[in-house]
């Protein structure tokens, strides 16, 4: 491999974070030599050696110990994450890390084995992306440059049913890549047609020059391409409503088709029908992109241009082992400081940036006894963060740490040992200003006996499943006709975002609230205070081992009081039909019950 280059030399914080991050804190000989013993060391580039600071504390020198190489004339990069240096015989066989100038290549491989997503932030530690292809010509300097190596590219998908894109945002597929026009894409074990990655979404170089698919955990080789990729051409004028043709095989990733969005009720015209905009989006892979009756092919109107202002960067990810207060520091030094959430989409791209790894976030507090709050002194615990209403994501509040970092694989914050070497995430866009103070709420009036505010549904087991499931809560009023209008919320914390708790509210048999867990609750916040006479459970599409089985439901009248038992049930019979009702269930009230109506209706039902 042309590299041009020499053995690594190191002049600055960020130099050296660079080298932490390409090669994941293992051991690597860099350019670290003397003559002999008696002798000073020195770069074998002939650069300067001992003079600019390139440690977190002001070090300009990082050898082990603060003890100078003793006993051998070459340096390594050594001692795992604690990046440290240290001197070891010139004879050992070893990996290495080279400088290599800017100018020799766009693109630029290493060795080491990462994940796909560790890849791509190392690859974003020295200032670009996973490999992106654009030209035969640049297919040929990347293949020289990756030899017989099968590195990670750029290559990623949202799904295995979703299109092929390059991470770094450039146009895929505008441009031929081989002599023959074709994509590199493996061709099938008969030879006869592209394989174009059917299982996996990440992408790599594979066997004989052609791309393949793979787990993204695996851990490979990568190459990065160091230069930007050229622009993306202009947009093709949207396509008329008249010619407008469903995109082959779409389906919704829960089976529905373009024909079914139309059968449903769901779109008509080119258009989503009132109050079902829940069914499009990414959460459904863009019916509105690939169905003509969800809207493909319209006309859209243009973007409105982003204000001047707009944010260009809001987190970045640090795939660097450091502690919480040596990860401040980095943060602060790059303009930044460590990452605070305030919102329901900061905290999903906080997610997407740290690919759901544990890493340090801005979380610190004083004492074990003192609240919680930001680093960079932004208001804590006073926005809503996810979907279920939380307003903040500590999974374990009784910890006696005073740092916090992202964990549980990016569904829910914890308390460490603030000396725990942890990647971090930083924020380089000022956090919103504190809501203003709400004024003194006045008492409200009580409620008469019956009418409430709110009711929760407690599933106390199911049947035997790993993860718990249903499509909808309906909740009747005094007449006996569903509540709509309520908000969802709940105490799982690790649902999908795609099943959230909102769907078993809905209304909607064909959406559905799964939680992680074996147990689970769902709470129902009406619009207004109002009688409850009842209500009802529907099964989801999945496995009946998932159906709730035993629960209790309780409502109350307001957002402080306690909540009033109004029914429990312990191991129902199993509903072996999908989507279907378990049959109503009436309430008994622990008080007395709401007054009628009038002489003729009842207000409610009371069992007896």
Known sequence: MKKGGHLASIHSVSEAASIMAMTGGHDSWIGLSRESKAKPWSWTDKSTYGEEVIGLAGQRQLWKNHLVGHDSLCGRWGWGSSGVWDDVSCSEVRPFTCAIPPSSSKFFVSNERKTWAEAQASCRQVGGNLASLHSISEVKEAYEECGTLEPW???????????????????????????????LWRKAGNGASKNSGTEYLCGRWGVGGAWDDSPCNERKPFMCRLQAAPPNPPSAPPQAPGGCVDTPLFTNGYVLTCADFAAHGLCADGHVVAGKQ?????????????????????????????????????????????????????????????????????????????????????????????PWGWTDGSAYGQETLTENGAKDLMAKKYSGHVCGRWGWSGT????????????????????????????????????????????????????????????????????????????????????????PPRHALDGN?????????????????????????????????????????SWTFSCRPTANAAWEQLSSVQSFAHV????????????????????????????MHVEA
């Not at 790993?466 to 908000?487: E, H, N, R, V």
């Open 509 to 549: 048999i064909h959406t559905k609230f799964l939680c992680i867990a074996r147990t689970m609750d769902l709470i129902a916040t009406f619009p207004s205070p109002t009688v409850v006479s009842g209500y009802d459970i529907t099964t989801a599409n999945d496995t009946p081992n998932r159906d709730p089985q």
């Open 153 to 183: 590219l750029g290559l990623t998908r949202t799904s295995v049913k979703s299109p092929w894109t390059w991470e770094d945002g450039s146009a895929y597929g505008l441009s031929p890549l081989s002599d023959d026009g074709n994509e």
């Open 278 to 370: 829940w069914a499009v989006g990414p959460k459904y892979n863009y019916p509105e992109h690939n169905c003509c009756v969800c809207g493909k092919g319209r006309p859209m109107p243009p973007p409105a241009p982003l204000p001047p202002s707009s944010p260009t960067r809001l987190f970045e990810y640090y795939e660097i082992g450091m502690t919480f207060d040596e990860a401040r520091k980095t943060c602060q030094a790059d303009g930044g400081d460590l990452a605070s959430i305030h919102s329901i989409y900061e905290t999903q791209q906080a997610v997407r940036v740290s690919k759901n790894a544990d890493s340090w976030i801005g979380l610190h507090r004083t004492s074990a006894s003192t």
């Open 412 to 499: 829910a914050w914890d308390a460490v040992d603030c000396n725990h070497r942890l990647h971090f995430t930083c924020r380089f866009l000022p956090a919103p200003p504190a809501p203003p103070a709400l004024p003194p709420s006045q008492p409200s009036p009580p409620l008469a006996p019956g009418v409430f505010q709110a009711c929760k549904l407690d599933i106390t087991a199911n049947f035997g499943d790993g993860l718990t499931a249903f499509s909808k809560l309906t909740i009747k009023d005094g007449s006996g006709q569903p509540i709509t209008g309520m908000a969802a919320s709940t105490s799982c914390h690790h649902f999908p975002a795609s099943v």
């Open 576 to 603: 072996n039909a999908r989507f279907a009702s378990y049959g109503g269930f009436g309430v008994t009230y622990p008080t007395a019950p709401p007054v009628l109506l009038d002489s003729n209706r009842v207000a």
